[in-house]
């Protein structure tokens, strides 16, 4: 069988990534644009503003993931990009590009779910073993999936509200921490301790989670205590919360992976590149004897790679797009 070369695109959000993935496995060239600097300044992605970076730079983005791999579009198999779920205005520069490209070569044109994409980031580190559990934790995301074989996803538990991503991210506004809020709560965690009383969040025999009550646990003590005059300590705080976060994500995770009778487990998404939770996990399943597959860290943001990983199974499975493919902002796994 003949190599297949995917050229992954990825613009949901404020990345603006094109990749280069070999047979679903191997990476030959990722380059990405973040907008981070640009967004630091507002507290927060703004949609208009990263849909006109996205715009402005994505052919550069191609043109130097090509030049990097020293390849020619002709020598690509197909096209996936990313079209669903993310911010409408970055989804459509993205699938734009893909639909000019896949017709001006004549390549397959294949379209993604952007965390399916997170999932097979696991598959650029390990071959998945089914039947096996994800946890997806991102900014918009908190779902348990199982999947019995490429593609197939069951979702078994997901936040009824908040995600544990967006969690992070208020409570680092809340203590006053720089965008983005995620890993600096982690880095603080470390050096602070567990001493603020914080509630365990839907603490029942779902596999659901709900993260808006620890948010605004966080957020009333944060007011209390300056109204008695008191001094938030950011360090402990953040240990407070990232231990709460930690021990909800765990628990309902390893229950899943008793009932399924699985032994390999994926973490998947953004805030998988989260310390704690990937300490925590991995001394759990080594306890357990489960397999445990995190991605890299440059695979946990929002990447090309990934789509590309994952539109490798789209190809073999022939699930493809034509050239009315929509984007899907608030698309489902």
Do not use: W
Not at 139 to 167: N, P, Q, R
Not at 301 to 313: F, L
Request: charged share 25%; glycine share 8%.
């Amino acid at each position: 069988m003949n190599d297949v070369y995917i050229l992954g695109i990825e613009s949901s959000c404020d990345e603006t990534s094109i990749s280069i993935v070999k047979n679903g496995k191997e990476e030959i060239v990722t380059t990405t644009l973040s907008q981070i600097d640009i967004h630091k300044k507002f507290g927060g992605v703004v949609p208009e503003i990263a849909s006109r970076s996205h715009a402005e730079c994505i052919t550069i983005v191609i043109e130097d993931c090509l030049n990097k791999a020293n390849m020619k579009m002709e020598d690509i198999t197909a096209i996936a990009v990313t079209y669903g779920p993310g911010l409408a205005g970055s989804l459509l520069v993205g699938v734009e590009a893909a639909k000019t490209l896949a017709l001006c070569y004549n390549k397959p044109l294949i379209g993604v779910n952007h965390m399916a994409g997170h999932i097979y980031a696991n598959n650029l580190v390990d071959t998945m073993d089914f039947p096996l559990i994800c946890l997806v934790i991102s900014g918009g995301h908190t779902e348990i999936i199982y999947m019995d074989e490429d593609l197939s996803f069951k979702k078994i538990g997901s936040t009824i509200d908040d995600s544990v991503g967006e969690a992070f991210d208020k409570v680092a506004r809340v203590i006053d921490v720089p965008y983005p809020g995620g890993p600096v709560i982690d880095k603080l965690s470390k050096i602070g301790k567990d001493t603020y009383d914080l509630p365990l969040p839907m603490d029942d025999d779902s596999y659901n989670f709900s993260f808006s009550g620890i948010k605004s646990a966080v957020i009333n003590l944060v007011h209390n205590e300056k109204q008695r005059g008191n001094e938030i300590r950011k360090e402990d705080l953040a240990t407070s919360f990232e231990n709460i976060v930690v021990k909800t994500l765990t628990k309902k995770t390893m229950r899943a992976i008793d009932e399924y009778k699985v032994k390999e487990l994926l973490i998947a998404g953004g805030v998988s590149a989260n310390s704690g939770i990937r300490e925590e996990f991995d001394k759990l399943c080594k306890e357990k004897g489960i397999k445990l597959v995190v991605p890299k860290l440059t695979y946990c943001t929002d990447n090309g790679a990934m789509i590309a990983a994952a539109g490798y199974y789209y190809y073999k499975k022939e699930l493809f797009s034509d050239y009315s493919l929509k984007i899907n902002p608030s698309l489902d796994l």
